[in-house]
């Protein structure tokens, strides 16, 4: 079954650092523009940033820009989000999806985010 | 655009008709509006897009309506496994938002 998947997620403390991986399993994120979805603790879904088939165009929600950075690697076929200066209120589950027209197609199964001290 | 979703629970017996809203505070353009489903446990999947049609896969008990700042998704007939929590999205500008959710139950 075609799949995209996440990994990198974790504890971490405020102010720490991760980076979220998603390849694609059976699938080619190649040819999509690719977006993280977060869902925090008892809340609905939030989209976070996405970017374009080639890398170069990025856009962030407000509340993560500066310290969130999309990016993804074409050889690789892969899709990355580094996760700075962390806060409480960025813990939850990241999603990797196909950002297909601006509404999200495929998703991973998710990596869990958690920051706490 | 802020997305408001109602009810926020729906308790309705197998085969009855499932009726979920969502309220956009402006006005959607092009019929930029998805439906996703999130059966407990797993990731969401998306249901409907441009207000209307079905993804790959889903039945035909879906189904999408309205305009402007009205929308709908209907469930036609309800099944046991239609279980989920159910989020309209709109694509009609940036940030692309999701509404808060709507649970439904199947008594």
């Known amino acids: 079954e075609a799949q995209l998947v996440e990994s990198g997620g974790g504890l971490v403390q405020p102010g720490g650092s991760l980076r979220l991986s998603c390849v694609g399993s059976g699938f080619s994120l190649r040819g999509y523009w690719m977006s993280w979805v977060r869902q925090r603790p008892g809340k609905g879904l939030e989209w976070v940033a996405n970017t374009n088939i080639d890398g170069n165009l990025k856009e962030y929600l407000d509340s993560v820009t500066g310290r969130f950075t999309i990016s993804r690697d074409v050889a690789e076929d892969s899709l990355y989000l580094q996760l700075d200066n962390l806060r409480d209120d960025d813990t939850g589950i990241y999603y990797c999806v196909t950002d297909y027209y601006n509404y999200f197609k495929d998703w991973g199964q998710g990596t869990l985010v958690t920051v706490s001290s | 655009i802020v997305l408001t979703q109602s009810p926020g629970t729906l308790s309705l017996s197998p085969g009855e008709r499932a009726t979920l ?77 999701f509404g808060q959710g709507t649970k439904v139950e199947v008594k």
């Open chain 2, 21 to 97: 809203s969502c309220r956009a505070s402006d006005n959607i353009r092009s019929d930029f509006l998805a439906w996703y489903q999130q059966i407990p446990g797993q990731a969401p999947r998306l249901l409907m897009y441009g207000v209307s049609n079905r993804a790959t896969g889903i039945p035909d008990r879906f189904s999408g309506s309205g305009s402007g700042t009205d929308f709908t998704l209907t469930i036609g007939s309800l099944e046991p496994e239609d279980v989920a929590v159910y989020y309209c999205q709109h694509y009609s500008g940036s940030p692309k938002t």
